[in-house]
Each structure stands twice: as structure tokens, then as C-alpha cells.
């Protein structure tokens, strides 16, 4: 898993890669820094003696922040079940997009994040749906094309069982849909923001699949709806009734997990970041995250206006 050498050189240089593991495994920028943050705590506790005889400390660090990763979503589960309403992932920006005349704090995870298929939002919902198990086997083969026996070591368990775990998680995916391209999600999301600005709730319930769901998420620290509303006009009416009650709302089409979605802002302060699933030219699932820890990399800098 990733070779540097013996010794501490090179060491650093690893924090990128154990980043992007632990996003995938845990959904949250900050835990995976925290995660990562405690491996290394680990490797430099180790006595000079030990780190020499560890041939590839890459290896060792990846094993261990899977092992960290995989016991915090053993516990995760118990402290979403006290979680106020859903517990989304923490939606990550595109760097490109924002203007960095404020400067981004040196060596922020979630600028360390590699944004591709593996972290839309649409993904990670479906990695929450896995055991612990199933998803460390996953996203460690599937994603980082580790192999088994290497998967074996951080699970506890013989090559052929991970190989089982990872086809089960496999299973959970829908990969019967063909992909949507980037740009007819970017059409649909922008017809959806023109109609929402314009409270149109007919054009919405067109662009709405008609068993479409929404989820929010507060974290009981801001108004969101505790369950999910389901059905594209339950889902229009809703939309349009959040623009009556804040009419200074600005919608921003944002890329948001490197797909694209919406931002919605007051007074340049980022309030909403919501996620899309496009399928058959409308949209089929709805993640709006409005719970403000999660949206700390939001908000570090001001959001670039494109004309």
C-alpha cells in the first residue's frame, strides 16, 4: 500500500493519499483529518528502532488509518442513531472555483481531496448503506486497487473473506443506469435553480422525477426537515415555500464532489450546499446539507462570481 522507504523520509508526503482514503471511508473531511492526524501520532510514537525495521511506512501508515477508519464507523453508527435528523456526508468545493485572494489554509484536507466518481455525493450515500466491513474491503480494492491480501491485514481477516466483503458492498450499487455527462447534469441543475429562483412549481415537477426524494440535513443546529420528503411535487411545493420565507437567498451553480450542484449563500455567507442525482433527464434523489460544521470549507474563502 504505497511505498516510500524505510525510514521517516517521505513521510509527509504521504498525508495526500491517506487523506483521500479516509474521505471515502469515513464521508467527513475533518474526521479523515483527524484519522490521518492520529496514524501519524502513531508512527512518530513508534521508537526510532521499530520505524527502521517497517520496509515501506506508506504501507504501514494506509494499514493503520484503515484500522482507525474502520473502528470510527463502528461507533459512527451509534452516534448517528442519536444524530438529529439525516446525517449526510460533507459536501467538499472545487478548489478551481474559488477565489483564493484570501488564501486557503496550507494544507487543508479537503484541498487535498482528489475529486472524482468515487466521492459525488450520490456514492458516498451508497457507502453509508455498507457495513464497516464491506466498505473498508471496497473502497480499498475498488477505488485504491489495493490488493486483498494487503486488505487482509487491516480487517483482521483471510484474503478470500475480503474478496467476499467487497462483492457484497458491490452489489449495493445501482450499476444498471447509464452515466449521466457532466454537462446534462449541469443542464438539469441549472433548470432546476431558474425555476426555483422563479418559483415555478410546475417547471420543478417537471424536472423532478415523480418519486423523487429529498434529504436534508441540520444536525439540529439549523431548520431542515427531519425526514426525507418524497414525491416531485411534495418536493416542488417545499422548494418554492423555502423561497417565499428567504427571499434574500442567491442560488450559485457550484460544482459540489466534483459534480454539479447548488449553493445557496446570504450576504456571502454559504447557507446550503445541495447535491443531485440526474438520471433520464431529471432528478432523481436530492442531498441538501445545512448543518454549518459541515459546511466549514465553504466557507473559509468568498465564493468567485462568474458572470
Known sequence: MGTVGAGTDGIAGERRQLINVAYRLLGSATEAEDAVQEAFARWYGLPRSRQEEIRSPGAWLTTVTSRICLDR??????????????????????????????????????????????????????????????????????????????????????????????????????????????????????????????????????????????????GGMVGAVLRPVEGGVRIAEYMVAIADRAPELELLERSVNGAPGLVAQRAGVVMTVASFDVSDGCVARIWAVRNPEKLRPWGREALRRFG
Open 73 to 218: 464507523l463502528g461507533s459512527a453508527r451509534a452516534r448517528r442513531e442519536r444524530y438529529v435528523g439525516a446525517w449526510l456526508p460533507e459536501p467538499l468545493p472545487d478548489r478551481t472555483e474559488w477565489d483564493r485572494a484570501g488564501g486557503a489554509a496550507p494544507g487543508d484536507p479537503a484541498d487535498l481531496i482528489v475529486l472524482d466518481e468515487s466521492v459525488t455525493m450520490a456514492f458516498l450515500v451508497v457507502l453509508e448503506s455498507m457495513t464497516p466491513a464491506e466498505r473498508v474491503a471496497f473502497v480499498l480494492h475498488d477505488v485504491f486497487r489495493y490488493p486483498f491480501a494487503e486488505i487482509a491485514g487491516v480487517l483482521g481477516r483471510a484474503p478470500a473473506a475480503c474478496k467476499q466483503l467487497a462483492a457484497s458492498a458491490r452489489r449495493r450499487l445501482d450499476v444498471a443506469r447509464p452515466p449521466v455527462s457532466a454537462a446534462g447534469q449541469a443542464e438539469v441543475v441549472r433548470h432546476v435553480k431558474e425555476a426555483w429562483e422563479s418559483k415555478d412549481i410546475a417547471a420543478l415537477v417537471g424536472l423532478l422525477n415523480p418519486a423523487a426524494v429529498m434529504t436534508a440535513d441540520g
